[in-house]
């Protein structure tokens, strides 16, 4: 019995200290309700929560208040819950439906309301958008409880006048694969040395979600089910304020915005958000915690030029992101120069920034629906004024990627109508700003460092051709991508069937018929075929299948096309004979079998984890392939010899002689090494193939060596020498699209996303460089004249180079860039699925 005492007060004197710590200024709090450590039976902060125990606390919240309700908006790739815990006063709750109308009527530009100080104002807390910045999930639970659970006027007066929507993880499985690591290595006491495994995950760390994306680059792409369950979300909320907590170095401070002064800022957005509105939250942030004693900085870092960020995005829709980056701890203790950082500390001051954006937006509220208002209205007075009154797009040859593209617009609830054979975007709509972010293209920005990308034009992701137009001819809305794609049904035939490769969804095609054991093959020259009464000409890569030469006997094969067909909706076609009306006939050694490629691919330390994801989840969710994740710790026993295409994504490989050499050795049997960005310049610098880096540098030392070096000022190098990177650019490339590593392009000229300094030298071999930099490269982005002139205009971007019997096929660029450059996708798919069929003839 004393033993059991002794344990309620040591579990009562925890609860007393936590509300000390972190919630003493907003007491008294309602008994009825559960605190967090209540809940969890440990104190916030003494150990990492798991996404289910957050889920589950925030469910128990809305059971048991009549100030809270819970929404799911979707699960994460692992089936994780995704929810926002809505925390207003009993009732506003109850009036959400009549509240929502009133706000939503702030978002639309052709109503007139001046209600501004009688709504309350929406406020979306955010948190935990990288998985292995864990403090903001914590602050989140001691937040919701504030909200819930206080009877302080001050909390009540922010219920009344506000709707919070608390997203506690935007990145559950991230979080707990964090969340795994930082418990399991826990100590006890806890191990504050840097160098303790607690503090350094293995590969891939818990930053990213399930497929290794980076979600907080995902709110403009929308690639995962994370970010569009959000978007959703979002378009039915509008949400006035919008919070983005984060995590940095353990050897800094805390962060809030503003951000860095003049900055390389948004050239779209209005400069009263980048002004006024982060100056009068920053002041706020700064009075809480200077309360509690806490050091921070604003205006030195980080810029909010790419649209796609948790903290930008909201800027693009009348609302006001707020950007956080606290100190990490990265576990539960750590030393660092200024002395041990704690868990509960990185937790006490996201919760204090919580709390005070709560205070702010409702001390500003009627000022914020104004601007709401002036957001939305003010893009139909400037879509007015610009000479672009829409733009026309589309591809014939490709109608699922034309799919996917008015997919990524209708995200954004951007209006999209038919046009003729194509589709029309009107500039004259409320999301004129979002308009400008898919289609239009940059060169002038107030600075030339940038924390992430310098070009996003979407459109030019998915090499969607497009015009801007003076004035629209639009028919019919397009409200869903439902039966967008309709294909006639394929026609059965006894003799052969022709499928076109130009479709974005032809790889998973093929595929799908190599998986069910059907013999496909492709055609390395153009014909003309008679299709029923019709004759059709077919380019390089059209697939031909025989049905004379299948294992399957003639309705099989026809209904495996049909399934095929009905799964990717790409056009297919039965013919009654091989003489084609031109070009090669369908029995030419120009029609090629093609071998099922079963890839591996290296992944682990020293691998890129971003790049390594997107290839997975092209091949996972876009092509139904299945590919070998071989971590570099199995790299020695692994047996290669079970595959014939392999592919090395960016990194650091630190691989041995005789590693390097087992690498060499398998390409050499007739087998495919695909190498993208560093990975290239490795295999280049360690003499894998024969090719060579542009190296404007060493090319262009003379022999004087005595040049003068102009001296500068020490505290502009960061800057300075930041210019030369490159951050994110667009790049107009020039194809060979008679090379198998283009089949399925029409046009010489593609758009290429480059962010790295991988500059490739075309190869010495007349027929081995695929796509090199135009003589005029520059779509999108910023670059210095010096990397423009002497190293981008001379380089390739894709090379292919041959090693015994088989080749490396070189990309300096990644093709499947953050999961959203279909435009590129198809060369990287290609070099997987056509290349064996690679035969680089000797140079002259």
């Not at 081995?768 to 001379?794: Q, R």
């Amino acid at each position: 019995m004393l033993k059991r005492l002794l344990l309620l007060l040591l579990f009562c004197s925890t609860l007393l200290n936590a509300q000390d710590y972190f919630y003493k200024k907003y007491q008294p709090f309602n008994a009825s309700i559960p605190s967090p450590e209540t809940f969890l039976g440990y104190g916030i902060g003494d150990h990492h929560t798991r996404h289910d125990l957050i889920v589950a606390y925030l469910e128990k919240l809305a059971e048991v208040s009549d100030r809270a309700s819970i929404q799911y908006y979707g699960k994460t790739h692992e089936g994780r819950k995704l929810v926002i815990l809505t925390v207003t006063s009993p009732e506003n709750l109850s009036n959400l439906v009549a509240i929502k109308e009133q706000h939503l009527a702030f978002t639309d530009p052709i109503q007139n309301v001046s209600n501004y100080g009688e709504v309350p104002i929406f406020i979306n807390l955010a948190y935990n958008v990288h998985g292995n910045e864990p403090s903001s999930s914590e602050a989140a639970l001691l937040t919701a409880y504030t909200l819930v659970a206080s009877e302080n006027p001050e909390i009540a007066n922010y219920l009344q006048n506000a709707v919070i929507f608390i997203d506690p993880t935007i990145n559950p499985d991230g979080r707990d694969r964090h969340t795994q690591w930082a418990n399991t290595y826990q100590g006890t006491p806890n191990v504050a040395d840097p160098q303790d495994a607690e503090h350094n995950e293995y590969w891939p760390g818990g930053r990213t979600n399930h497929y290794w994306f980076d979600l907080n680059r995902d709110w403009l792409l929308g690639i995962n089910p994370e970010s569009r369950g959000k978007l959703t979300w979002y378009h039915q909320w509008y949400p006035n304020v919008v919070t983005d907590f984060h995590e940095m170095g353990s050897q800094s401070t805390y962060f809030f915005e503003p951000m860095k002064a003049n900055g390389s800022l948004n050239p779209i957005m209005p400069k009263e958000n980048y002004g006024y509105l982060n100056d009068l939250f920053g002041a706020e942030f700064a009075k809480a915690l200077d309360s509690i004693g806490s050091f921070y900085f604003t205006k030195e870092v980080f810029d909010g030029t790419y649209p796609g960020y948790g903290s930008s995005y909201p800027d693009l829709q009348g609302g006001l992101g707020l950007l956080f980056e606290q100190a990490s701890s990265r576990g539960h203790e750590q030393t660092t120069a200024f002395g041990k950082i704690t868990f509960p500390f990185t937790i006490r001051n996201q919760f204090t920034s919580s709390i005070t954006t709560v205070k702010t937006a409702v001390k500003n509220k009627a000022y914020m629906h104004q601007y709401q208002q002036d957001f939305f209205k003010s893009a139909l007075t400037r879509a007015s004024k610009s000479r672009v009154k829409g733009y026309t797009f589309g591809d014939t040859h490709d109608p699922n990627r034309t799919k996917a593209f008015i997919d990524k617009l209708l995200l954004h609830q951007i209006e999209v109508y038919k046009s003729g054979e194509g589709y029309v975007v009107p500039t004259r709509q409320p999301q004129y700003r979002m308009v400008q972010t898919m289609f239009e293209t940059y060169d002038s920005y107030r600075d030339s460092v940038y924390y992430d990308a310098s070009a996003w034009s979407v459109a030019n992701f998915y090499n969607m051709k497009y015009q801007p137009v003076t004035s629209v001819n639009s028919g019919k809305q397009i409200t869903s991508t439902d039966g967008l794609v309709s294909v006639v049904p394929v026609q059965q035939s006894d003799y052969a069937y022709v499928i076109d490769w130009d479709d974005y969804n032809a790889p998973a095609v093929l595929h799908y018929l190599q998986e069910n054991d059907l013999v496909v093959s492709s055609a390395f020259k153009p014909f003309t075929v008679k299709v029923g009464n019709d004759s059709k000409n077919f380019g390089y890569g059209t697939l031909v299948l025989p049905v004379s030469l299948q294992k399957k006997d003639a309705s099989a094969v026809f209904d495996l096309l049909g399934k095929a067909q009905e799964k990717y909706q790409v056009a297919m076609y039965g013919v009654d004979s091989g003489y084609s009306l031109k070009g090669v006939d369908l029995g030419s050694r120009f029609i090629r079998p093609l071998k099922k490629p079963k890839a591996f691919m290296l992944i682990g330390n020293g691998t890129r984890a971003y790049e390594a994801g997107e290839v997975w989840h092209l091949l996972d969710k876009r092509v139904g392939m299945p590919i070998t994740k071989i971590p570099m710790r199995n790299f020695d026993r692994a047996d290669f010899d079970t595959y014939n295409v392999m592919v090395m994504v960016g990194g650091r490989y630190q691989l041995t002689d005789k590693q390097q050499q087992k690498i060499k050795d398998w390409v050499s049997k007739g087998h495919t090494l695909i190498t993208i960005g560093t990975a290239s310049k490795w295999a280049i610098e360690k003499k894998l193939v024969k090719e060579k880096l542009t190296d404007a540098k060493n090319d262009s030392i003379t022999k004087d060596s005595t040049k003068t070096v102009t001296r500068k000022p020490y505290v502009d190098a960061e800057e300075n020498l930041g210019k030369e990177s490159v951050g994110g650019i667009i790049l107009r490339a020039n194809l060979d699209t008679t090379h198998p590593l283009a089949f399925g392009y029409y046009d010489t000229s593609i758009p290429i996303y480059k962010n790295n300094t991988v500059w490739l030298r075309p190869s010495q071999n007349e027929y081995a460089t695929v796509a090199k930099y135009d003589n005029n490269p520059m779509i999108d982005g910023f670059i210095t004249k010096k990397n423009l002139e002497e190293n981008l205009k001379p380089s390739a971007s894709l090379v292919v180079s041959p090693l015994g019997s088989g080749r490396v096929v070189l990309f300096a660029d990644n093709p499947n860039f953050r999961g959203s450059w279909y435009g590129t996708n198809r060369l990287f798919l290609n070099a997987l699925f056509l290349g064996d069929k690679i035969r680089v003839p000797e140079a002259n």
